[in-house]
């Protein structure tokens, strides 16, 4: 999967999660200070991307993913 297809892929599901707009999402976007996203949101959101592209994100690593650009390039890194 390339990663525009990742990218487009997490955009969509914040758009759902955070009924946030695609055309206001971007790769330096910050999940707690752009979207105000608490640990609850966080843990649904990376169960989310889990169950989306098949990947297992260790507590360790999901608490690195800050930005929209950082969960590409794990999601990228770990396929």
């Known amino acids: 999967m390339s990663e525009q297809e990742i990218y487009d892929k997490i955009v969509q599901l914040i758009e759902e999660r955070f009924e946030l707009s695609a055309d206001k999402v971007s790769q ?3 999940f707690k200070k ?3 996203a608490d640990s609850i949101d966080i843990v649904e959101f990376i169960l989310e991307l ?3 592209f098949g990947a297992e994100i260790s507590d360790e690593d999901a ?3 800050a930005t ?3 969960a ?3 999601i990228k890194n770990h396929q």
């Open 50 to 52: 889990e169950d989306t």
């Open 72 to 74: 590409v390039t794990y």
């Open 68 to 70: 929209v650009g950082d």
């Open 63 to 65: 608490e690195k993913l």
């Open 28 to 30: 330096s976007l910050d």
């Open 34 to 36: 752009d979207l105000n």
